[in-house]
Structures are given as C-alpha cells and as structure tokens.
C-alpha cells in the first residue's frame, strides 16, 4: 500500500470531531472515577485500568475497521473465546510452544476473518447475518473440540502477556505488559487507516459502495481486510484475556455488542462512513471507565445494564445532535 | 439501493422463497424421522408438536419482519418478551380474574416501549440497531432489579393458551396462524402495508410521495413491541411464571432477525414479507426437532445452526446486485 | 424518560429487597438441610451416588419392565463445565448397563424453557421412553409438561425440582442452604469477630445460588462478620479478578473471599497474588484447578460440593424403578460432602482438567480419565 497522498481529504475533520466525543466522555467518567477515589489518580492505578481495559480497547479497534466499511462483526467474542480454548488445548502445559500456538491462533483468526469477509462480499449475505453465523460456528466448533470446558493450563510466560507487571519503571512506576500490547496494537491499527491508502478506501467504502466502486477503489478486498483486521484483533484480545485470568469457556461472551457500543460511543457512524481510529480507543476507555465508575458506585449489577443503555443512546443522540447544528 | 416500489402485486412477493423453504424443511424433518424410526414423529402429536416449537419465535418474528420492512430493526424485543412474562405473571399471581387486567397493561407496556423504539429511530434520527440496544438494556436492567418484587404465575386458566386447544389443534397454534394471516393481509391489502413497502424500499421517493414516512417507521416498530408482546405472553402461559432471562436464553432479538432474513426479507427494507418469515421459523423448528431425532452433540448443534443460517441467507441474497455490507 | 425510569427503579428495587430477603431465607429448610450434613447415609459404604439421606422409600412394581429398555433424558442444557462433567457421568453409567439397555436418547434444551417443554412432549409422544429422565432448566416452568410425561411414563428429576409430586422420585443434594452452611462455617470458624468478608456470586434470582448465600450470611451475621460486599461476576473469570482487584485497590482489608460457585476461585486468589499480598481463607468448591492451587500454596480453604455425582444416581434411579426394586423417595437425597485439608491429596488428579469436577464418583467408571478431558 502507497502512503497517503497530501492532499487535505474530507475525513480530516469527521476525525478531529471524534477525538473531542470520545476524549471527553472519557475524561468527564475519569475525573468522576478519581473523585469517588483519588488513588485512580496514580499512575500505577491508571496502568492497571489500562492492563484490564486493553482487551475492549483492541476489540473495539478492529470493529471499527469492519464498522468503517459499513458492516458489523458480531463473531469477535466467540472468536476471543476460540483463541483462549484453543490455547489451553495445543499449549498443553508445555511453555516450549507458546510462541508457535500464538502463530496458530493468528491463522485461526486470520481463517475465520476470510470467510466473514468473503460470505459478505460475494454470497451477499448481509454481515449482521453472516457473522451471526460465524458467531453460532465459532463458538460451536471451540466447545466441541475443547469438549465443553478448558483442557489445560495455560502457561505462565502466555499468561504474561496479560499477566505481567514491571515494577519500579521510571516515570510510570508500574508498567503492564498488557499496556504495552495495547499501544502497539493501536498504533498499527493507527497506521493502517492513516498511513496506507486503506483508510480512505475503506471509508469510501463504507458511505457509497456503488461511488467508490466506480472510482476504481477495490470495495470487495477492503471489505474482506476489514473482517481479517477484526479476527486479528479478536484473537489478541483473547489471548490478553486468557492472560489476564486464565481459561474459562465464556471468556469471551457479549464482547462482541460492547466492542459496536464503543465505537458509536467514541463517535463512528454505524453502517460507515465517518469514524477513526480514537473513537474505539476513546469509546472503548470511555465505556470501560463507565464499568468502573459504576462498580465504585455499588450500583446494582442489574441496573449498570439499564444505565449502559441509557449512555449509548445519549451519546449517538449528541453527536447527532451536534453534526446537525454544524451543518 | 435495491430501489422499485412500482411492484403492485404484494402476494406474488417473496412466495417462490417461502414455499421453496417451506418444502426443504419439511422433507428435511420427514427425512430425519424415517432414517431414524422415528415414525411417530410424523403422525398427528409429532406435526402439532413441531408446530408448537414455531409459536414462541414465530410471534416475535412477524413484527420483526414489520421493522425490518420498513428499514429498521429491533434489537429490543428479547429484554420485552422477558418484562411482559415477567409482569404478566406478577399482576395476575395466579387470580384469574386479573388475566384481562394483566394482559392489556402488558400491552401497554410494549405501546410504550414501541413508542420510544419508534421516536428514537424516526423521529431521533438514531440508527436503529443502538436505539433499540440501548432500549433493550434499559428495559433488562430495570426488570433484573426488581424481579425480587415481581414474583408471581399466571392463572391456571390463563395457560389454556399454551396447553389446551379444539380438535387436537392447540389455541397457540391457532394464534399464530390467526395473526400471521392478520400480518400478511395488513401488508398485503392496506394502505399502511403499501406504505411500509414504500418506506422500506424508497424512503426519499416515500417521502416525496407524500407519505409521513416517521409516522410508518413508529408504527412498525410498535407493531414489532406488540408480537414481542403476544409471544411474552404465550411464554407466560406456557411457562407459568417469567423470568427476567426466558427472552435473553430463547435468543430471540438475533433468531427474530435471522429467520425473518432467510425468508428473504432484506434488511434494507422493502422487500419480503410473512410467509418467508413463517417459512424460516418452520426451519428452525424443524431443525430442532430433527436434531434431536439425531441425536447430535449440543456443540455440534450449534456449529451446524450457524452454518445453515449463513447458507439458507446466501442462496437469494447471492443474486443480490450491487453490494451490501 | 430517564426521571420516570429512576423513580420506577427506585420504587422496585425498595420491593426487590424486601422480597429477596423472605424467598431465599427459610429457616426451617436451613434448619433441616444442617441436621442433613450431619446425618449418616444408608446405602453402599464409598459409593455416594448410591446412598441416601433419611428412610423414606417408594414402590415401583407397577413400572417392572422386563427384557431390554430404553432411556430418556431432557437436560436443561450443557451451558457450564459443571454440567458437562454431569452429563459424561450420565453417559457412561448408562455404558455400565450396556446388556439391560437398549438406548439412551438424550436430547438438549440449550438453556430454553420453551424448547425443553417441547422436547419432553416430543419424547413421550415418539413412543420410545421406558422412562424419562428430567433435569429441569427452571421449576415452574417444567411442571406442566413433567405432569404431562407422569401419566405416561415413569420420571425421574434430578438436580432443580418441579413443582409436582408426580415424579417416582427426585433426586438432589442435601442443597442451597447445606452448600453455604458448609461454606460459611469453615470461614466463620477461621476469622475473628470483626473480620471482613467479600462474597463473589454468579447472578442474582436463582434459588439455588440465592439459599447458598443466604444461609452463609446468617452464619456470618451470628458470628459478628462483617461482608464488605457482594458483588456478581457472571462466571467470568476476567470480571472476577477485576472485582477483588477493586476492592483491594479501595484499600479494605479483605480475610477472606467467600464464593457461591468455585468455577472463577483461582481468578479471586490472582487478584491477591498480582498485588502481593497474602492469600485470604477462601471457599471455592470441587474444581481441579482450585484444589491444585490450594495444594501448591497452602491455602487455608474447604470445596463445599454440589456433587456431579447425582447424573449418575439418575440412571441408577430408572434402571432400578423398571426393575420393580424399591427407591428412595419421593424425594432422594444425597449426601453432599465438602472437601478439607485432610482428604484434600486424595482429590487432586494431575492428569484431570483444569475445570474437572473431582466429587464426580467417575473414577471407576470406563473411559476414565479420558472421556472426561483427562490425560492417560
């Protein structure tokens, strides 16, 4: 892919409109967090919202490549589910593999991504039903051949990866590896819409499939990247998760609905057309921060489902709100 | 899009797809019973047994197929179907005089959960899949608080509706084919079905047309409360008493969705209609009556179902020109 | 809107306390099933699922059915490991009785009230069943169409009851309340008046997870106790060790972390771990992973059990009722043992899963360990 040209493109300013959404829900959640609790006002305390926020942050990334071109992955959790059970069974306890099953559940990933994309793209089938189906497979396949509960332990240096925590680094005091992860992946995720031409395709993409076509842009290609983008961030999550708190057969369970409330949150327009990259990452924190403020509240766990509702409407109801007075 | 509203012949639309569905579930289920000596199967309880598997799901995916017709969709409806269970069994704690009472303030209920689907998504201008997301955790949330205090069941005379029936044929089976035949003809034969196909299909052309399309997408989407309604209902009855998760365990938002798309309605709107829907929830009754003939492995089941969601969409929506997302 | 949704929240969750408290706290039932803990079962000494609590029996002669016969199960579903281990006992208790059986048909409700009625209706209509085994996804709602089954059939429940005394027998643990007399006891005998406690629990409204809790609270209130919290994890392991995580970061003294369930158990204890501080006392249950744990770092914990035992008893339980022998009933209890410190080696099993239920009673049976995830 060629870098992208300098001329001034019309996603610049819908993308400088999404930072301000999703940075100031989240700073607003933020400020309310370290009022109930000042300590979340230390780094070390930041750094381990990071570590537990990193999963939804990247999930929320890779959604919003598919959500850009105009479609939804409903298949992320049970993907995040399939990369944890399918860890714990090919490790196997033994630390020697580690790296050669991380390789095998990218490909897992990679594979399941191919085939949402291409049911959307040449099946025509409509993605919220293609990766309905996905999800049902997926899920299905990973408790078959797990048997219906995890197989083995997953070893300490795969655990790291969510696990892990230095001690005494300069400047943050404490540093997960998990953060660690989580920057490098937004970064990619960064490049690939802002330093490839695929950012603008996709974006084309997702706001007149019949235009971009017209104008040369691959619509079936960048409709598939945009799935395997999805998979890739899928199976990172689910190896942060297993990281974080070992196996289990439901690690990845509605992770799929957070990941499409986020972006809207953070500012991306559902079925394409406007969004970037910081509103998954703002979204995500956001919604994450939202989690935490109302688990310090003590809020019954039942009516943190109601209030979570209420959010998501309101935020899509002001970023309506301001598009419109805008234009 | 997909764009003709000059179709004036509602009945042709969509059957070709319905009856080719109908059919391969059918031999599909017939199939299963014979391979596996489950011959019984196929006499008179078997057939009004598999019928019965289509109620619960066959309700809420006729008002499902009302949103999605006019462009919309309502992921509201399993939170709904769970608060009207819930509430029905609450209010008439087993009195039968309170059935009446119980039935129409869980009417309103869906009225008003409808209304607000609907002014959010026609009048709000927010896209459908988050407003009724959003309404949907809100009405869960609410109900999972305070399920302490709504314990109850429903009469005993209220479950009639589940379990009794004329002439062998269950009143459940009765009403779904009774409101199914309501929705096709609403559709088919009134001005408001006209304009829902019209909304669905064009709505700038709508609109240019004269038609109020917001006041169309509000209606359909009360429509779509109110079968989440009847089905709540029916689950009521036939469970005796609701429980904040029966909505959220019977999947009913995402399966409402699917069934309604096999049957060939597009999500676009405009296009299809009740009888594929009937059609697609006959398919997975039969499935799930033939998987269990069979015997298959739970997680095998689920596997399978995904894949049979995904190819029984594919096989009209490959002739789809243009692109969808 | 959001004014009217507050108030109406408001107004039910004042309700919902109030009602929770009277459903899930019967005293009486507490008081039985403690007297139940304590009893000493009838039946073959060292094979729990065969044993009983109490005298009472019932007469099945009329079911007497000669020759080769098949069996019928409508399980709720296989939604967690727990009753994935149940459902691998069943299989192959129904494998020791290869020559008296002619099938097994099993079929799944994946969760759903609605699809179990309708399986249950399917069974008994086939015309296959010699008898029905039932493990109920809700109470009430299954009652109807067991009432249905009963005319037809013998039934057999096990697990969650029905609301009929129609069934030849039903067969459970001692329960709820014993799950969390066992729990709270140990926890209540290892802390000071004072102490703090933080209960983790999967979700609220399911009676046999409420009673759990709420017997443990009575307990924990009698000794002076206090429970910091009681928070929902869902199962979610994640969710789990971010919650403990909170209420550490809060700076609350935590002594000991009190579970309805021991499936996210080790999740709880890293929380501790990853901020370097020392193990609290902990009730978990029979998990593999929890006892490997508690072996390996010298916890000071108790594995109250629901036993998965019981899918055995349920095969045991049908084959006998169409032997014409006599059962117990109407209601089969079983004895519901808690694993402690000192019988604590003779659970651990390597070569298990980490998830593997170890009061399974299937260490005999074939295909062990195998068939149920393990290593050879």
Redesign the interface.
């Known amino acids: 892919m060629s870098p992208l040209p300098q001329t001034s493109s019309p996603l610049r300013r819908p993308a400088r409109l999404a930072v301000n959404a999703g940075l100031v829900i989240f700073l607003a959640l933020y400020a309310a967090i370290a009022f109930l609790q000042p300590n979340y006002l230390e780094p070390g305390l930041f750094m381990n919202f990071l570590r537990r926020a990193a999963p939804l942050v990247i999930l929320a990334c890779g959604q919003l490549y598919v959500i850009l071109t105009g479609g939804f992955d409903l298949s992320m959790g049970a993907v995040a589910t399939l990369a944890v059970l399918a860890a714990s069974i090919l490790i196997n306890g033994d630390p020697e593999t580690t790296w050669a099953v991380i390789g095998t559940l990218y490909v897992m990933g990679i594979a399941v991504g191919l085939v949402n994309g291409l049911v959307v793209a040449f099946l025509k089938v409509p993605s919220i039903i293609a990766t309905l189906g996905a999800m049902l497979s997926v899920n299905g396949l990973a408790l078959a051949w797990s048997g219906g509960a995890a197989r083995g332990d997953l070893p300490d240096n795969f655990r790291n990866l969510g696990r892990l925590v230095w001690r005494g680094v300069p400047l943050v005091g404490t540093l997960p590896l998990a953060a660690v992860v989580l920057a490098g992946f937004v970064a990619l995720a960064w490049w690939g819409l802002n330093g490839t031409v695929y950012g603008k395709r996709a974006l084309a993409v997702g706001d007149n499939p019949r235009a971009a076509e017209l104008a040369g842009t691959p619509v079936a290609a960048t409709r598939i990247l945009a799935f395997v983008v999805s998979a890739v961030s899928a199976v990172t999550a689910g190896i942060l998760i297993g990281g974080f708190s070992g196996v289990s057969v439901n690690a990845g369970e509605g992770l799929e609905l957070q990941a499409i409330a986020a972006c809207v949150i953070g500012g991306a327009q559902l079925l394409g057309g406007r969004g970037s990259i910081w509103s998954a990452v703002f979204g995500a924190l956001s919604l994450f921060a939202l989690f935490t403020l109302l688990n310090l509240i003590g809020l019954p766990q039942a009516l943190r489902d109601s209030i979570q509702g209420v959010i998501l409407i309101a935020a899509v109801g002001a970023s309506l709100w301001r598009t419109r007075r805008r234009t | 899009m997909t764009t003709d509203i000059a179709k004036n012949k509602p009945a042709a639309r969509g059957l070709p797809v319905a009856v080719l569905l109908a059919g391969l579930s059918i031999g599909f289920f017939v199939a299963v019973a014979l391979a596996t000596g489950e011959v019984a199967q196929l006499g008179g309880q078997g057939i009004v047994g598999l019928l019965q598997r289509m109620v619960a799901l066959g309700l809420v995916a006729l008002g499902q197929t009302f949103v999605i017709l006019v462009g919309s969709i309502d992921l509201s409806v399993a939170a709904l179907i769970s608060a009207v269970a819930v509430l029905a069994s609450h209010v008439m704690q087993g009195d039968p005089a309170m059935i009446l009472p119980a039935i129409l303030l869980c009417l309103g209920l869906c009225l008003a959960v409808g209304l607000v689907n609907g002014v959010l998504v026609a009048y709000g201008g927010i896209n459908p899949l988050i407003a009724t997301l959003g309404t949907g955790l809100i009405v869960q949330g609410v109900l999972a608080a305070s399920f302490g205090a709504l314990q109850g069941a429903v009469a005993r005379e209220f479950q009639v509706l589940a379990y009794g029936g004329v002439l062998g044929v269950p009143y459940s089976i009765l009403l779904l084919a009774v409101l199914s035949l309501a929705a096709a003809f609403v559709l088919d034969r009134t001005l408001f079905g006209a304009r829902v196909y019209a909304v669905g299909g064009n709505p700038e052309g709508a609109r240019l047309a004269g038609i109020r399309t917001e006041r169309v997408t509000l209606s359909a989407h009360v429509v779509a409360s109110l079968f989440a309604g009847a089905s709540g209902l029916y689950l009521a009855a036939r469970l005796q008493s609701g429980t904040p998760w029966i909505g959220r365990d019977g999947i009913y938002d995402l399966e409402s969705i699917a069934v309604t798309v096999i049957g060939g309605t597009i999500l676009a709107g405009g296009k299809g209609g009740v009888a594929g829907t009937l059609a697609g929830v006959l398919l997975f009754a039969s499935l799930d009556a033939a998987f269990n003939m069979l015997g298959i492995d739970a997680f095998l089941k689920q596997v399978l179902r995904g894949a049979i969601v995904v190819a029984a969409v594919a096989i009209h929506a490959v002739r789809t020109k243009g692109h969808v997302a | 809107?959001?004014l009217r949704?507050l108030l109406?929240?408001t107004v039910?969750?004042t309700?919902?306390?109030?009602?929770?408290a009277q459903?899930f706290n019967d005293p009486a039932e507490f008081k039985k099933q403690r007297e139940q803990l304590s009893m000493t079962p009838q039946g073959p000494e060292g094979q729990p699922w065969a044993q009983h609590l109490g005298d009472g029996m019932v007469d099945t002669a009329k079911y007497r059915k000669d020759g080769q016969v098949t069996l019928c199960f409508s399980n709720a579903?296989?939604f967690?490991?727990w009753r994935?281990?149940g459902l691998n006992n069943l299989n192959a208790e129904a494998e020791l009785h290869k020559d008296r059986l002619k099938e097994l048909?099993?079929?799944?409700a994946?969760?759903?009230?609605?699809?179990q009625?309708?399986?249950i209706?399917?069974l008994v209509?086939?015309?296959?069943c010699d008898a029905l085994i039932v493990s109920p996804n809700?109470t009430?709602?299954l009652?109807?169409a067991v009432e249905a089954a009963c005319g037809k059939l013998p039934v057999i429940v096990f697990d969650r009851g029905v609301n009929t005394s129609c069934p030849v027998t039903y067969i459970h643990p001692v329960g709820g309340y014993g799950f969390g007399i066992t729990s709270g006891e140990f926890i209540a005998s290892k802390l000071k008046k004072g102490d703090n406690v933080l209960a983790l629990r999967i979700?609220?409204?399911v009676d046999v997870l409420e009673t759990r809790y709420s017997a443990a609270k009575t307990i924990f209130d009698e000794a002076g106790i206090n429970v910091i919290?009681s928070?929902?994890t869902g199962?979610?392991?994640?969710k789990?060790?971010?919650?403990v995580?909170?209420y550490i970061?809060?700076?609350e003294k935590i002594d000991a972390v009190w579970m309805d369930a021991g499936?996210?158990a080790?999740?709880a204890l890293?929380a501790f771990e990853?901020a370097g501080l020392p193990y609290p006392v902990i009730s978990g249950e029979d998990q593999q992973?929890f006892l490997r744990k508690w072996q390996a770092d010298k916890l000071t914990a108790i594995g109250p059990s629901y036993p998965t035992y019981q899918w055995r008893t349920a095969v045991i339980a049908a084959l006998d009722v169409l032997d014409g022998k006599q059962v117990p009933g109407p209601e089969w209890v079983l004895p519901q043992p808690a694993i402690t410190e000192d019988v604590l080696a003779d659970y651990v099993d390597a070569r298990m899963?980490?998830?593997?239920y170890s009061l399974c009673g299937c260490q005999e049976l074939p295909g062990y360990p195998e068939r149920w995830?393990g290593k050879k």
Do not use: C, W, Y
């Open positions: 809107m959001t949704t109406a929240t039910a969750l309700f919902a306390g109030q009602a929770l459903d579903g296989v967690n490991p994935v281990v048909i099993v079929v799944d994946e969760g759903k009230d609605d699809k009625i309708s399986d209706e399917a209509s086939g015309g296959k809700t009430a709602a009652t109807p979700m609220p409204g919290g928070e929902f199962s979610d392991r994640a789990t060790k971010s919650v995580e909170d970061n809060r700076g499936d996210t080790t999740a890293e990853d992973d899963p980490p998830l593997h995830g």
